[in-house]
């Protein structure tokens, strides 16, 4: 469950990393493909991604939803993800996701209002 802050701030414990892609993505993306996969995928193992993909078809931006990591943390795992060091990624965003309703795997994970 999300914590509250001493000052009575919610302090959740997931957070949203928003990618904007480049034009034609789907074909750009293809050499750096693997390596981002591969990237995400240490996160997914350690129990910090919850979900990922592509949004749109053809995709124009993708989300990731973490948990259990600050958003500075985010904002560093982005800064080495190899579609931004590649250029796939023009902008990406970390925000707060303060999730209320979900799937009872995520039951640790929503805000209880």
């Known amino acids: 469950m999300a914590s509250t802050s001493s000052a009575g701030t919610i302090t959740p414990k997931l957070h949203v990393l928003q ?3 480049v034009c034609d993505v789907v074909e750009k993306r293809k050499p750096h493909r ?3 996969l ?5 996160q997914v193992e350690n129990g910090n991604v919850l979900l990922g993909g592509a949004v749109g078809s053809p ?3 993708a989300l990731i939803i973490f948990r259990n990591l600050s958003s500075n943390e985010i904002e560093q795992f982005a800064k080495q993800d ?3 060091i590649n ?3 023009t902008k990406y965003t970390v925000k707060p996701y303060m999730a209320v309703v979900g799937d009872n795997l995520l039951n640790d994970d929503l805000i209880k209002i």
């Open 34 to 36: 693997e390596a981002h």
């Open 82 to 84: 190899p579609y931004v």
């Open 38 to 42: 591969s990237f995400i995928g240490k």
């Open 87 to 89: 250029g796939i990624v």
């Open 19 to 21: 990618y904007d892609y």
């Open 59 to 61: 995709p124009t931006s």
